[in-house]
């Protein structure tokens, strides 16, 4: 079973065409979208309106920063800080290129910043190339042994 990839989207716009341009690239794994980074922390914990879903971690996250409720920034100490979601990979995609953000997003932990390309053709083939090497061609860390793997491979 492949498993979703999580995206942590409060834009309407910017939404719809992550939807689309995921949708287009062809992948098959579901896409959990998380409109504010609370939403995102009950989604990855299995709390909240989460609370009865399976067990088991996206393939990745692709992280707003700015957000209502619990920003990026913020939910990124959240996943690194946890047994249970310190090696999955997140990737910040924002429109800030402010430098004390990308700073603070490696330091916290992100695997990838991204920034959105403002040009719509730019910003597709960005979300389509995003989706298919972290859900296709990303080979994940192993996990430890005899450590449970919360739904990780």
Same mark, same amino acid.
């Given at each position: 079973?492949?498993?979703?990839?999580?995206?942590?989207?409060?834009?309407?716009?910017?939404?719809?065409?992550?939807?689309?341009?995921?949708?287009?690239?062809?992948?098959?794994? @579901?896409?959990?979208?998380?409109?504010?980074?609370?939403?995102?922390?009950? +989604?990855?914990?299995?709390?909240?309106? +989460?609370?009865?879903?399976?067990?088991?971690?996206?393939?990745?996250?692709?992280? @707003?920063?700015?957000?209502?409720?619990? @920003?990026?920034?913020?939910?990124?100490?959240?996943?690194?800080?946890?047994?249970?979601?310190?090696?999955?990979?997140?990737?910040?995609?924002?429109?800030?290129?402010?430098?004390? @953000?990308?700073?603070?997003?490696?330091?916290?932990?992100?695997?990838? +910043?991204?920034?959105?390309?403002?040009?719509?053709?730019?910003?597709?083939?960005?979300?389509?190339?995003?989706?298919?090497?972290?859900?296709?061609?990303?080979?994940?860390?192993?996990?430890?042994?005899?450590?449970?793997?919360?739904?990780?491979?």
């Amino acid at each position: 079973m492949l498993k979703p990839i999580l995206l942590v989207e409060d834009n309407p716009n910017d939404l719809e065409l992550s939807l689309a341009a995921l949708a287009k690239s062809g992948l098959a794994n @579901d896409v959990i979208v998380a409109r504010d980074g609370a939403e995102a922390r009950d +989604y990855l914990f299995c709390t909240g309106v +989460y609370a009865g879903r399976p067990a088991g971690l996206p393939a990745v996250v692709l992280l @707003d920063l700015k957000l209502p409720k619990v @920003d990026g920034l913020e939910l990124l100490h959240i996943i690194r800080n946890s047994p249970e979601t310190n090696r999955l990979p997140v990737v910040i995609l924002t429109s800030s290129r402010e430098e004390s @953000d990308v700073a603070s997003g490696y330091r916290l932990g992100s695997n990838a +910043y991204v920034v959105k390309p403002v040009e719509f053709s730019a910003f597709f083939k960005a979300i389509q190339d995003l989706g298919i090497f972290w859900a296709v061609l990303n080979e994940p860390p192993p996990v430890p042994r005899g450590k449970p793997n919360n739904g990780q491979q």
